[in-house]
T-cell receptor, first 116, second 109 residues
Framework: DAGVTQSPTHLIKTRGQQVTLRCSPK?????VSWYQQALGQGPQFIFQ???????QRGNFPDRFSGHQFPNYSSELNVNALLLGDSALYLC???????????????FGPGTRLTVL | GQQVMQIPQYQHVQEGEDFTTYCNSS?????IQWYKQRPGGHPVFLIQ?????EVKKQKRLTFQFGEAKKNSSLHITATQTTDVGTYFC?????????FGSGTKLNVKP
């Protein structure tokens, strides 16, 4: 049973460029969330996707957008990259059918984005 | 949005000593989760607490949820070098997870 997978593992971009990160959820999970984790900080919620729609959004600008596909996989797109976008981007999945008691989310290994 | 404050930011202990990290909120929480992130790794779910005054144990780890559901703690008895990492609390509210800033634990052998 594969867990959450993310690609690529590392990425280097320059300011102003655009980037797309990919995530495949754990088998049986249909809800995907994206987080940004700057060095030395806790993960910050970017947004959550369910049924191919953005359901919740954190305090991130419109440069951050996403997509969810029918197979529940997801993409995170960041436009007009800034130096401050350098971070570990984590994808987490869970099952929408769970109760609060089973709302465990499983994190992928992350994509380390460096913006030069 | 929901905020949880976590202390201390760093903790250095000698192997065999105990360790505790605390998570505090100004509002009543419906639940709290704890995660561990090893250096260079990703957060791994440890446990979820939902009941007032709840105490759960996992081997050397003891998790508590305050009576008022505004604070929580994670206590590790007799730390080992394998306990090294950053411990985060997180709360789930309105379909969002809010993470604390974490406590980084270093264990000296």
């Amino acid at each position: 049973d594969a867990g959450v997978t993310q690609s690529p593992t590392h990425l280097i971009k320059t300011r102003g460029q655009q980037v797309t990160l990919r995530c495949s959820p754990k088998s049986g999970h249909d809800t995907v969330s994206w987080y940004q984790q700057a060095l030395g900080q806790g993960p910050q919620f970017i947004f959550q996707y369910y049924e191919e729609e953005e359901r919740q959004r954190g305090n991130f600008p419109d440069r951050f957008s996403g997509h969810q596909f029918p197979n529940y996989s997801s993409e995170l797109n960041v436009n007009a990259l800034l130096l401050g976008d350098s971070a570990l981007y984590l994808c987490a999945s869970r099952s929408s059918g769970g109760t609060l008691l089973t709302d465990t989310q499983y994190f992928g290994p992350g994509t380390r984005l460096t913006v030069l | 949005g929901q905020q949880v404050m976590q202390i201390p930011q760093y903790q250095h202990v000698q192997e065999g000593e105990d360790f505790t990290t605390y998570c505090n909120s100004s509002t009543t929480l419906s639940n709290i989760q704890w995660y561990k992130q090893r250096p260079g790794g990703h957060p791994v779910f440890l446990i979820q607490l939902v009941k007032s005054g709840e105490v759960k144990k996992q081997k050397r780890l003891t998790f508590q949820f305050g009576e008022a559901k505004k604070n929580s703690s994670l206590h590790i008895t007799a730390t080992q070098t394998t306990d090294v990492g950053t411990y985060f609390c997180a709360v789930y509210n309105f379909n969002k997870f809010y993470f604390g800033s974490g406590t980084k634990l270093n264990v000296k052998p």
